[in-house]
Structure formats: C-alpha cells, structure tokens
C-alpha cells in the first residue's frame, strides 16, 4: 500500500544512481518510513501523519502541497527534530532523529514559518547569531555572509532591525541565517506566507540557485500550489497521508483536456461562473479576469456543449491544466470534504443586476496621506470604490495597503486627505454607521480561547443582533460555513482553513453593505480560497461592495478593478485585463496578472532610482 | 447598546475563565494568601528567645528572673554565667534579649538603694527590639509594685491604666487583615484588566473590536463589569474569612463596607485598564503592573503608617486609592466608621477611579502604534 | 559519478559551546540594550523603590498627636505635660472635657488621650498613686503599642525630674537597656537592608519571567532548537546577560542604603557580593522557571505578580518577625529565598560577618538556586512537545 516512491523518481532528473545501491543510499537526505504522530488537543485526538513513508533524493526541490491540516508542518517538525514520532523512524542524512539528533541540528536548515528572525535585532546581528550557533568559525564568516546578502539582496540593509524589513526582507534574511551552517539539508516551512509575489520569486531564483551551486537538497511545504509547479518533484498530503508523489507534469497530463477558458461578451462573468459552478460536470470554475476557467469531470467536449446553455457570445478555449487544477479534482473526490457547495444556492440571473449600471461611489478616497514620523506610509491616495464592486488592493509588502486599510475602517487618523465609506468618516462616525462594514484580518482576530460558537455569538450580539435573530443568524453561520461540526471546538484549535470561515463569518453576521477584507486567505489551501471567493461572488452579486487586499494574484483575477501600490502611492488602477494589457511588452506577450504585478513594480522601480 | 455591552461581558468572563492557567492564577492564590499573610503579618511578638545571665546570688534576682520567665511574652533559651558568652547569642540570634542582673542587685533592693538590671537587645530589627524592650519594662514595674511595701512611700507615684479602643487587647492581625483584604483585592483587579487590552492588541482582536458599533464607554463597561463582579466575588470571600476564619471583629455595617469596596474596585480596574491601554505590549503591561502595585501597596499606610512617612511622600499618597480604602476597611472592620467620614475617603477614590477610566477609553481609539 | 554531486562542505568545529553561548548572550544582551523597559526594570525600579521606601517607610511614630485632658491644672500637673510637650514623639493638643477629647480620637484627629483627673495634684502630693488614664487607638496595634511607650518615656522623664529634685525615692530597678548593631533604634537601619532582597526578587523574576515565553510566541524557538545549540546552552544564554543586570541593580541598590541613607555597613563587601550572586540566581532561576511552565506571557505574567512580590514583603522577615509567627506559616517562609537573604542582608550590614549564621543561610540559598535551575532544566527540553 505504502510502496516506496523510488520508482516514481522526478521524472526531470537522469536518475543516474540507480545501479549503484550504496550511492542510492547515500544520496538519500530523507526517509520516512511508516511514520504516524498524533496530538491531543482537549478531548479529541488528532492524527496528523498516518504511517507515512517516503524518502527524498539528493540535489532536488521537493514540494510537499496539501490542505490545511493535512500535516505538513508536523512533517517538517518531524524531520527538524523538533517531534518524536509516535511509530516509525525517520532519518536525515542517514542519521535517526532520535538517536541522533545531536547530530543532526548542524546539518540542516530550517525555517519555520514565521521566519525565527529576532525583530529586535539587525540584519547582521541576526546573522552572527545564528553564525555562532551553527559554530561558523571566523575565517569563512565574512565570505560566506556576502554570498549569502548578496544572493538575498540584503547587503544595503545589514545594518537595519529585522522587525522594520518587510515581509519579503524578513523571508529571505530567515533564509539566509538558515543556510549559515551551508546545510545539506533546507527545510522550508510556509516560506512565502504572506509574502508579495516579488518577493515569491526572489525567493524561488535564490533556491534554484543553491540546488545548482551548492548542491543543496531542499524540502519545503506551501499552500500556493503554482509555486509548487516549480518543483521537480511533488508530494501531495492529504489528512495525514500521501496521496501521490510525482512531477508536477505527471499529475498534469492525467487531466489533460478537461481544462477550458469561457468568455462571453454579452455575459458578466459573474454569472457565467455562477451558473456552471454548480453543475455536476464541473469540478471547478474560477474568475480569471474577464473569463471563467472551468475543469470538467469528464474529457469529453460533448459534455461542456451539454453544460454551457446557450450563453450568447460565448467563446470557449482548451487551456493547459495546472498543477492547481489536478489538486482541485483529486481533493474534490475524496469524500471527507465537506460538500459546502451545495448548500450555496445558485444564483439566477434575476437575482443579480449584473448588468453594469452606473453605480454610485461608496467608498472614496481623496489625496490620503499617513506620516509615521518623517516616513510617508501613504502618500497623496485617491481613488473611489463603487457598491457592489470588488475591488483589491496589491503592491508588495510595504506598500501602504494594510494603512490605507486602517485609516478606511477608521483604525488609524490619516495625516491628510480624507477617507470616507458610505459616506462618512468611520473614525468620526456614530457607532451605528460601523453597523454597515464587515471587516476580516488576515490573522483572524477571533478569540482563540473561545469556542466558535461563543465567537459567533459574541460578534453577532456586538453588531446589535438580539432574540430570534441572532439564534437564526448564528445557525446561519454554523450551517452556511459547514462549521457546525466544530460548534464547541476551540477556535484557536482549528485548522487555518475552518479559522478563516469562521472570521468571515463573524464578518457576516449583520449582513454588512461593505466588506473589508484584509489578505483573506493568506496561508489556506487552494480548495479553501476556491469555497471563499465563491462566497464573495454571491455577496458582491447580491450587491455587497467589497474592499480586498492580497498577496495571492489568482485572487486579484476575481476583482472587477484592481489598483496597485507601491511606496505608498498608487501605482495604476484599472480592471485586471486592463493591467494586463499595460504590461504586454515584446518578450512577453500575453502577461499574467503576476507578469504585470511584477514588471509594474520593477519599472516603477527602475524609475525611482532614475530619478 | 445593552446587548452589545452584554455579549461583551460575556465573552470577557469566558476570555478570563476559561483557560484553566488563568482560572487558577485569578482564583486560587488570593485564598491562600490571604490564610498564609493573615498569620504572617504581625507585629505581635511572643515566645521572645531570651537569655539569663544572673551574677546576683541572693532572692531578688531569683524573683526578677521568674517574673520574665513567668511571661507568656519571654523564652529562656540559655542562662550564662561568662560575659564572653553573650554576644554569640545576639549574634546568631539564638536570643534577641539577654538580662545581666548584677552582683549587687538583691543587697541594693534590700538597702532601698535603685539596683540595676542591664539588658542588651539585638536591634537588627529596631521594631522588635523596641516592643521587647517595653515587653521588659511592664515586667519591671509590676514587679516594682510587688516590692513595694506598705508603710514606705510608693516608689510609683503614677499607675498608668492604659485602655485601647477598638482592639481592646492591641492585637495587630486586627490590623493588618483587613488591610490585606484590600491588597488582594487590588491585585485581583489589576490581574483580570492589566493584561486585557494589550493582549488584544497583540493578538489584532482588539481592532476587530473597533470596527463592530462598540463604543469606547461600552468597550469599557464590557471589561470593566467582569472584572468588578470577580473582584467583589472574591472579595466577599476574603471578608468572610477575615470575619469567621480569623475572628476580626466586623462591627461597622456592611452597606458601607461593599459602598466602598464598590469605588475601591472602580479604582483599581479604572487603573489596571489604564496601564493595558497605554502598553503596546503584554510584557510593558506586567512593568504598568509592578511599578503602580509595589508602591500602591506600601504608601497605603497597609503596613506602616502614612503619619511616619516624610511630607512630600505624604502628599504623593493622596494619589493612591489604597489610601482611602485602607481607612475605609479599617475603620469598618474596627471601628463602625461612620458615614460622613466614610464619604470623605470615598470621593477621592471615585474621583481616580474615574479620571483613570475616561483616559482608558480615550486611550483605546487615540493610542497610535 | 561522484564528481556530479555537489562537494560536502564539513566546516563545524564539533563542540563549540562557548561560541554558541557568547552568541546566545550577545543577542540577549542587544535585545537588552533595544528594549529599555529590560534596562528600566533592572535600575530605574531599584532606584525609585529604594527612594520612596528608604524614605517612605518607617515605623517611627513621630509627632503623634495626642489629646491631654487635665481635669484640674496644677503646677504639678504642669510638670508631668511639659514632658509630652518637649518630645519629638508627640504633638499635644489640650481638651478641656473628656468628651471633647473622645470625639477626636474617634475622627482621628488624635491617636490618644492622655487624662489625669482631678485628684492628681491631691495624690501625688499626699504621696499616694496617682492613675494617669492613658487611651489609645487601637486600630493600628503597633503604633498604638509605641505610642503607649512614648507615654511610658514621658512618665519616667517626669519621675527622675522627681527624684533629682529629691521629692521622691528612686525606683527600686532601673532598667539599663543597651540595644546592640542599632543604637539609636532607627528603623530605616534594618528596613533597607531588608528592602534590597525584596527589591532583587521582584526585579530578577520580572527579568526572566517573560523571556522564554516570548520566544515561544514569536515563533523564534523553534528556529533556535534546529541549530546545534544545547538546552543548556539556551538557559545559560539567557540567565548570564539577565545576570550582570541584576548585579548592577543590586550594586545600586547597595550603594543607595549606604550612601542614602546612611545605613551602616560593617560586614564585609565580598561575602555580600557572595550571598548576592547567589540570591540573585535564585531569582533568576524561579522567573525563569515561571516562563518555562507557562509558555504564554499572559500567565507568565500573572503568576510573577503572585509569586514574587507579597511573599517577598511578608515572608521574608524584612518587616514581619518570623519567629512570632505560627510554626505552620514559619515552615512555609522556608520556601521563599528572601528569608535567607534578608537575614545575611540585615547582619551583614549591621553586625558585622557572622559565619556561623551565614552559612546555613547561604546553604540555604545554594540549594535553592540549584533546584529552581535544575528544574528549568528538566523541564525545558529541545522539543516542541
């Protein structure tokens, strides 16, 4: 049943080893064989790995992708040493965890999620700790520091506290500590969490580079599964055990031609996701820009002329599959997936006024400005926001996003300008006009000590709801949000995925006209962002403007506009074709969003230090 | 409003309850320690070491030194017959007084010449040796009266008939119990608010907070009402083992007591609140914490008197609502304080508690970071 | 083949303790440096605590007021009051009734009454005893109990003026006290000394007690236990900066007492610095050992402020005499430090160096210390379990 994933080697690589079995052995950095841990968390016990095995060659980027909860933080604690297993034995560069573990700690790296970087230090203080921890000796620190700021790009910023990097910074001066020791092993935990796609792809140049120069083995776990399309070698976990292992092409070519493009002139694209998200045939169907993306049950084209009812003006093209698309479909067959869809209804078209009527501003922003001393966080800002539009807000970390965010929910003043949302300052405004947002962070302010249902119960009587109401409400959320099975759980206890539900849910409670939303879904797997962002097309469909903020580009493709920030101004503004569009340039021709996101910041860059 | 406040209040209780560590940190140890300092504190002496060095050959010195012995107050601990033999008892505290009664004492007594006794007292702790030193001299002079005999002229022409009011027998556990009730009390407010808005600041539930119709009164009354009802809770159990444990008389009434235990209360969570406001983080709330508490506790006359400290020192404790509710709990316990004077010490601490209140709730919107 | 897989690079020098530990203590001592409320809590408390309780604390009744009802002025009764009126101890207020008087003790606006009735001068004169009624408020025992001493004092001051005067015979036994270390009997003597161990224990809890369960919470443990540093390591990384502020708090704190206010010191400098070292690893080691268990600030955080400070104030024998306590409570101060720091303090600065009384406590001291470091150390093991 567990057969040995030695035969489903990276197809990319020669596997030239295999003759010599004492060569294999040696290049083998991880083996896991028959490893089960659990945890007990209140009265119930949590399986999180189940007699997993698999072992990790030499020189090669393993991917290990999963949904929340599938285990793939406590199978890096594992093979950091950090947790005993339960059962089996796990070694690392031939050496067993737990008899050896001493031994171990040199030869790795490891990066935890949340970077382990001491904010209250500089760059290089930080560096030298962690130089003399790893028992660097003098003589190759200096050498082996400007390899690695110069790999990182840090060298201008040795000198600042790491907690002012930002996000991207921090990412990748955790890196570079945990590759002081010039580890054999790299293990990644979550590397590019709330990081900007920038910074994504820094960080993926920068690992390329270590495979090929230093020869480094590199395991890292993630949630964004296009960044997993870059390993040659990937291993999908799911609820504590591996549900394959292959090159990413592998998986892509079993759901070859299932994968097409929808368009139609005459129809919102809202609708036509609407309509086919619900249909047997689809197993999903995603906004991306003025299209739908649909991945069909079946290989057949008969079938998607059977499921597109006759929508004028339609155009249909086969697309390649993703990485992205096979996860969707191999999650969506396994049955413990909370069938949440269908308790959605569909939408109909006279439900939605989807045609684009003029609409009224609801949120408007004039020449904004926020000082922290002598820094401008926001510089001179405007822009409007009309009901029932989606609109996201991106630029890389720092950007000025989160404050721009703040000053609208009237969380921070802002130093100039004004900033009104339905019409009022929030800051200034009677308690009863808040009565109209609904507001998300991305680190799901919920009480953590608190049940999910004392939450709901709390957020929903702190919007004023009373008696029948909020009894109904709060059934609402349990049912709508398929959290009723976790009632009396301890919502810090959840897994991410059920921790987001929940806070939108808590965001929900009054059925705000305006929703704030805060990096939603940074860190939840893509099966979680897909059921979110269908929640929030059957809000903005029943007219409920929302305001987004994110890291994740595919997510940017579900706003109708998008503006984009850079050092605290605003960069452009228009509809995700549209930037597209301003992107195309000779080498690359048709952009993604993530194309254009990065070739409009490195231009406005580039154009900074003309200046 | 009143439902917002109540959800408020109601995730407040669970937020402190609910997580056993902190369930028992907020509940167990104002109990225990009110048992254990209830004992400990006390100025009361008894079973004081003593030794005997007595030269003296003749009854007098007999007497003397079974009179000292006879005092439920005095341990003999040694009898010594070298002069060298005395200072390693002061200095290894084996005793904190020695009596030397001199050779000539029972020849003088007898000559009606004054007949000396010296007596060295260990003043590490100037207090102790103090009240041992006055334990001595009331063993003295009645002994002076028993020698004395009819016919002479009294050798004590003055008797002083001393009488206490409200702790007839100068107990000082009557006074330092009560005075514990109200530290504890302080340290049970501070507990359930100093820590309260910092960690949700910390942990960004405190801007979700913000963006709900909450408004900072109700964001105020939603921490404060839980914090007052846990305080006053364990307060009542404090008092009830003041009254019924340690037997300290309650005579004032008990609408005045729970008046005042109610704006001590406001006080101290008005305060804690305050010092979560400002601090950014848990641990500068715990710093807020010490550096209001530790001070708090001891200018509040709690264990010395207010009247000993210099003046401007005097002036800074008008500062400190302990200082009112010492008096108030004191003067209730023991006294039956009443009313118009119980007003004049609750005023004051309203007056804090409030002005420490409206700064906390201007400081939850108005606090940048 | 093997020319295709990258070179291993072996560069670690296998057992580098100290380069590991100096690390440690670097990036202690620089979070340290960054974030002052550390430097706040190590010398602005010493400093401000020493000041208001060097000053503010005193159990030196002075200037008590005192109500004198004289039922019947003579010039005999004029004699006996012009000792109250000449002592610093009293402030004397004159009543002309009894009820007058009572009324002011009951508000508080005298702490006594001193009353001699109407057949005084008769009495005195007619060489009978004379009853001086003396009535305190007995709230406060122990300024009552001195305020019945003063009044004792003022009496015998009045008596000798009699017997100098040869109008009456002296007392049969004068009692000739001689109070040792402490001649003046000023209380702030012994006080701050005892407030030094107070002081360390608040400030060396207050220094660990957060320190590990912040790296717990802001995730950098995790990141430490993956390098080839030891528990050890990590414990001593911190205990050693935390302990050099500590000693700098507690060298200011000396000083203080001695500069201030004037506190004697006749033991000797080494054995303190001894008994401090050691004190203060204990106080270290019991913060450290509250954030060890706790591994969340929050209830770091309340239990330092349950632990350390009222049992340190009560338990200590710093104010209160152990030995007048039940035995019950007197076996649990055995479980609190100060104890025996506050006795080496208090000998050490006014009697002197008394081996045979420090030892134990030092004993004492070293036991504890081991037992609150050993117990960090079985409890905080390289694992996130």
């Given amino acids: ?22 060569a294999e052995i040696q290049d083998i950095v991880l083996t896991f064989h028959d490893v089960s841990k659990s945890f007990v968390s209140g009265h119930r016990v949590i399986h999180a790995l189940t007699r997993v095995s698999f072992t990790v060659r030499r020189g090669t980027v393993t991917g290990i992708i999963g949904p929340d909860g599938a285990g793939k933080t406590t199978l890096m604690r594992l093979a950091a040493t950090l947790l005993r297993p339960d059962q089996g034995h796990i070694s690392v560069l031939g050496m067993d965890t737990q008899r050896e573990a001493a031994a171990i700690y040199g030869q790795i790296g490891y990066m935890p999620q949340r970077f382990g970087l001491y904010e209250d230090l500089t760059v290089q203080e930080n560096l030298d700790l962690y130089a003399d921890l790893h028992g660097l000796d003098h003589d190759h620190r200096s050498a082996r520091y400007r390899q690695l700021m ?28 945990s590759l002081l020791g010039t580890p054999p092993l790299l293990l990644l935990d979550e590397p590019t969490v709330g990081v900007d796609p920038l910074s994504r792809r820094e960080l993926w140049t920068i690992v390329d580079r270590l495979v090929r120069e230093e020869g480094t083995s590199v395991v890292l776990t993630t949630s964004y599964i296009e960044e997993a399309e870059r390993c040659p070698d990937v291993l999908i976990l799911h609820e504590g055990t591996i549900l394959g292992r292959a090159h990413p092409s592998t998986f892509k070519r079993e759901i070859e031609g299932r994968v097409y493009q929808i368009h139609s002139s005459a129809v919102h694209k ?11 045939e689809v197993v999903d169907a995603m906004v991306q820009g003025e299209s739908v993306r649909l991945v069909l049950r079946d290989p057949h084209p008969e079938t998607l002329a059977a499921i597109v009812p006759a929508i004028p003006q339609l155009s249909i093209a086969p697309v390649p599959p993703r990485l992205e698309d096979w996860f969707i479909v191999k999650l969506r067959q396994q049955a413990s997936q909370p069938a949440v869809r269908s308790q959605l209804k569909p939408l109909t078209a006279s439900q939605t006024s989807l045609s684009p009527a003029p609409r009224a501003p609801v949120i408007q922003v004039r020449h904004a400005q926020r000082r922290f001393g002598d820094f401008y966080a926001v510089h001179d800002v405007s822009f409007d926001v009309l009901s029932g539009e989606i609109f996201g807000l991106l630029g890389p970390n720092g950007a000025g996003k989160s404050t721009t965010f703040r000053m609208l929910c009237g969380l921070l003043p802002p130093s100039g300008g004004h900033l009104t949302v339905a019409g009022v300052d929030l800051r200034r405004a009677r308690s009863a006009a808040r009565q109209r947002i609904g507001y998300m962070s991305q680190k799901f302010s919920l009480y953590r000590d608190l049940s999910v249902r004392e939450n709901l119960r709390f957020f929903s009587s702190a919007y004023g709801l009373r008696g029948d109401r909020r009894r109904e409400r709060n059934n609402w959320a349990l049912d709508q949000f398929g959290l009723r099975p976790f009632a009396d759980a301890v919502s810090g206890e959840l897994p991410l995925g059920y921790k987001q539900r929940l806070a939108l849910a808590c965001a929900l ?4 006209d305006i929703l704030f939303l805060d990096e939603p879904t940074s860190g939840v797997d893509p099966l979680a962002r897909r059921e979110f962002w269908h929640r929030i097309l059957e809000l903005a469909g029943r007219g409920v403007t929302i305001m987004v903020t994110t890291h994740v580009l595919e997510e940017a493709e579900y706003c109708d506009r998008i503006a984009i920030m850079a050092h605290g101004r605003l960069l452009t503004l228009g509809t995700p074709d549209e930037i597209k569009r301003r992107a195309r340039t000779v080498e690359c021709p048709t952009p993604s969003l993530e194309d254009a996101f990065v070739y409009l910041i490195h231009t406005e860059r580039r154009q900074a230090v003309v200046s | 409003m009143w439902v917002r406040i109540q959800a408020l209040m109601i995730k407040e209780f669970l937020a402190l309850l609910k997580d056993k560590k902190t369930r028992t940190v907020i509940l167990i140890p104002p109990m225990v320690q009110l048992l254990v300092f209830g004992y400990a504190a006390t100025f009361d002496l008894n079973h004081i070491p003593f030794a005997l060095y007595n030269e003296d050959a003749g009854p007098w010195g007999r007497h003397m030194a079974e009179a000292i012995q006879g005092s439920p107050h005095f341990d003999l601990v040694a009898r010594i017959s070298h002069e060298a033999d005395m200072a390693p008892l002061i200095d290894l505290r084996k005793a904190l007084v020695i009596v030397r009664i001199g050779q000539h004492f029972s020849r003088r007594i007898a000559h009606g010449e004054p007949a000396d006794m010296q007596v060295l007292v260990d003043g590490r702790n100037s207090n102790t040796a103090l009240l041992a030193l006055n334990y001595l001299r009331t063993i003295v002079q009645q002994f002076i009266a028993q020698i004395d005999e009819p016919g002479q002229s009294v050798a004590l022409p003055v008797k002083l ?9 100068l107990e000082s556990r009557w006074f330092f119990i009560p005075g514990i009730v109200g530290s504890l009390t302080m340290i049970v407010a501070l507990l359930v608010t100093a820590l309260s808005v910092a960690r949700e600041r910390e942990q960004g539930t405190f801007d979700q907070l913000l963006v709900t119709p909450l408004r900072p009164t109700e964001i105020l009354i939603g921490k404060t009402v839980p914090g007052f009802l846990i305080g006053l809770l364990e307060a009542t159990v404090i008092i009830a083992l003041a009254r019924w444990w340690f037997e300290i008389p309650l005579v004032g009434n008990l609408v005045s007591l729970y008046c005042g235990l109610a704006v001590f209360l406001l006080s101290g969570l008005g305060v804690g609140l305050m010092i979560s406001s400002l601090a950014v983080t848990q641990q500068q709330g715990l710093l807020g914490v010490f550096v209001f508490m530790v001070p708090a506790i001891l200018l509040s006359g709690f264990a010395t008197p207010i009247a000993n400290m210099p003046s401007p020192v005097q002036y800074l404790t008008f500062l400190n609502p302990m200082r009112y509710f010492m008096i108030v709990v004191r003067g209730i316990f023991l006294e039956d304080m009443p009313v118009d004077m119980l007003l004049w010490q609750l005023w004051p601490m309203a007056v804090i508690g409030l002005i420490a209140l409206s700064f906390a709730g201007w400081l939850f919107r108005h606090r940048l970071y | 083949m093997s020319q295709s897989r990258p070179r291993r690079v072996h560069r670690f020098p296998s057992n580098n303790t100290w380069m590991r530990l100096r690390g440690l203590m670097r990036k202690e001592a620089l979070q340290i440096v960054r974030d002052p409320s550390s430097i706040a809590i190590a010398f602005l408390i010493p400093v401000l605590l020493l000041l208001l309780f060097g000053y503010g604390i005193s159990l030196d009744a002075e200037h008590v007021p005192v109500g004198l009802v004289v039922e019947q002025p003579t010039h005999l009764t004029a004699e006996f009051t012009a000792s109250f009126f000449h002592s610093r101890y009293f402030l004397p207020i004159s009543f002309d009734s009894m009820t007058a008087a009572e009324e002011a003790l009951r508000e508080h606006r005298v702490n006594a009454i001193v009353r001699l009735r109407e057949p005084f001068g008769k009495q005195i004169s007619a060489g009978a005893v004379a009853p001086v009624q003396v009535i305190v408020n007995g709230s406060d025992a122990n300024t009552a109990r001195l305020i019945i001493g003063y009044v ?9 003026r009699l017997v100098r005067e040869g109008r009456t015979r002296p007392l049969p036994i004068a009692i000739e006290p001689r109070i040792w270390f402490n001649a003046e009997v000023r209380s702030r003597n012994f006080l701050v000394p005892g407030l030094v161990a107070v002081i360390m224990t608040l400030i060396g809890a207050l220094l660990t007690a957060l320190v590990m369960a912040r790296e717990w919470e802001r995730g950098t443990m995790e990141a430490l236990m993956t390098t080839p540093v030891t528990a050890n390591d990590i414990l001593l990384g911190k205990i050693i900066p935390y302990f050099f502020l500590g000693t700098g708090g507690m060298v200011l704190s000396v000083v203080m007492a001695i500069g201030l206010f004037d506190v004697p010191f006749r033991g000797s400098f080494w054995v303190l610095a001894l008994a401090g070292g050691i004190f203060l690893s204990v106080a270290l080691g019991m913060g450290l050992l509250i954030s060890v268990l706790a591994k969340n600030q929050f209830v770091a955080a309340q239990a ?9 104030f009560l338990l200590s024998g710093f104010l209160f005499d152990i030995g007048s306590m039940p035995p019950l409570i007197q076996g649990i101060t055995y479980i609190f430090a100060a104890r025996y720091f506050v006795e080496i303090l208090q000998s050490a600065f006014l009697a002197g160096t008394i081996w045979p009384l420090f030892i134990p406590n030092l004993i004492a001291l070293l036991i504890m210390a081991g037992l609150f470091l050993g117990l960090c150390r079985f409890i905080f093991r390289k694992r996130l379990e």
């Fill in chain 1, 509 to 512: 409670m009054h059925e705000p």
């Fill in chain 3, 152 to 160: 004792e004092g003022a009496t015998a001051r009045w008596l000798e």
């Fill in chain 1, 1 to 22: 049943m567990f057969a040995p994933n030695l035969a489903m080697s990276p197809s990319s690589e020669p596997a030239p080893h295999q003759t010599d079995s004492s």
């Fill in chain 3, 304 to 312: 330092a402020i349950i632990v350390t400070f009222l049992p340190a």
């Fill in chain 1, 150 to 177: 110069v790999m990182t790009g840090l060298e201008p910023f040795t000198r600042r506290l790491a907690g002012q990097l930002s996000g991207g910074m921090k990412q990748k001066l955790g890196l570079a500590c």
């Fill in chain 2, 161 to 169: 008939e001393v009488r206490a009011w409200f702790n007839p027998n």
């Fill in chain 1, 270 to 280: 809202r609708l036509i996701h609407a309509t086919l998200t619900d249909r047997p």
